[in-house]
């Protein structure tokens, strides 16, 4: 088969499982009232498959539709700013750590899902100009912590299942 | 790299992230002062300051024509918004603050209270 067809078709793949992912977390009860922005990430399972698999530049694509398919069905512009300041951070992070050859998926997660954290209270600092949300970060590195491990385990074993596909 | 040494490197980064984290709640535990006042603030904009002394019940009302609504208790010198009509509910689940710079915030209503130590901010122009 072509291999562009065949990578287009499975990026497009990939992406329907990131956002089934997405739908998957929204409708899941939340970790804590208290503290809202408690979550597994689970799209970021994708979003590390693809980066290991197809490169950067697919993953950003990957990640820019899933933003913006997922603000469409479920959002509205304002979580489409927060999602994307999140992702935007995250994935360029992630990206960077995975060029370092240094860490394993599980460093590259950890990042992804600290960086995706920090980058919605940044934007919830700036729009609404109230440092004191810098707090909730605190708990936020936690509990991403423990979430970057679990889905970069998760993206490990992914990735080692599927080393013979062919892209 | 070898994957053993990617592991050894992931655990650094966890435990610096965990670090920075401990180090800021260390932070956060020492400078806690008692707060005396919570201020509401709409969509950036400091509206009311409410002392924390007296209980009061105030329902604050946002949106253009005041659609939106979250109800912020104070009781026994702590606030919390006991209602809200907000779709997700997350500032009627915040538990009580009272602590100087603690915060509720909902999110979409653009609203956030806060615990202060003044009854007015030096930084804030003198309106109403």
Redesign the interface.
Known sequence: MNTKVKRTALLGMVTSVALVLAYLEAILPPVSTAVPGIKMGLPNLAIIFVLYRFGFKDAAVVSALRLFIVALLFGNVMTLAYSTAGAVLSLTLMGILKKTDKFSTVGVSVTGAVMHNLGQILVAVFLFETVQLGYYMIILSVTGSIAGVLIGISAGILLRRTEKLKI | ?K?N???K??II??AV??L??AI??LL?NITRQDGAFASV?ID?EETARYSLSDNNTVEILTGDNGEYSNTLVIENGRAYISEANCP???CA???PVCYK???I?C??H?V?I?IVSDSSDSGLDAVG
């Open positions: 790299m994957n040494k990617k592991a490197n992931d980064l966890v992230i965990l920075i984290a800021g709640l956060v603030k950036g997700d509910k997350i689940g915040h538990k710079g603690e915060t915030v999110l979409p653009k956030v806060e």
